[in-house]
Every structure is written in C-alpha cells, then in structure tokens.
C-alpha cells in the first residue's frame, strides 16, 4: 500500500516549523535562556512538537507496511500525549 505522500509533508512541516523555532531559541545566550521559564518552556514544547511529528511519520509509513498494524497498536504520539498530561497533573 502507498504511503500517503500529502500527510508525510504535512507531519514535515510541523517538525521543521518546529525545529526552526528551536534554533532560535539555541541562538540565545545560556544565561538569557535558563533564567526565562518562557524560553525554556518553548523549547521543551518544540522538541515535544519535533519527536511527535517523527513518530507521527514513522507511524505511518510502518502502517502502510505492516497489515494490521494500526489495529493492534495504538498510535505513538497518543501515548505520548496521554503520558504528558498525567506527568502535569
């Protein structure tokens, strides 16, 4: 079965977005970037943004591949959506 291509970019975009606003969060100076809970706060939720944009394809692209795997596992980025909000509360 063929991946869908529109899907993959979209999830691309989303990591790169991201990644590039990371960047620019790493451009600041250590001093500046730990004493703001603001930036740090940013960074988390763009590499958070970044992992779950690559489990998101590779979800895919594994479930274009192996028969019965969405049946059988849940997604990847749910989890991970599911384990971050009980480690908040």
Known sequence: MEYDNEKVTRFMVKAMNA??????????PRGEFLGNGHYVSSAKH???VIIDAYIDIAYHLISK????????????????????SSTRG
Request: proline share 3%.
């Open 65 to 84: 591949t192996v028969r019965g795997f969405q049946r059988v596992m849940p997604t990847l980025s749910e989890f991970l959506r599911r384990t971050e």
């Open 46 to 48: 763009d590499l958070l």
């Open 19 to 28: 990644l590039n606003a990371f960047y620019e969060l790493a451009k600041l």
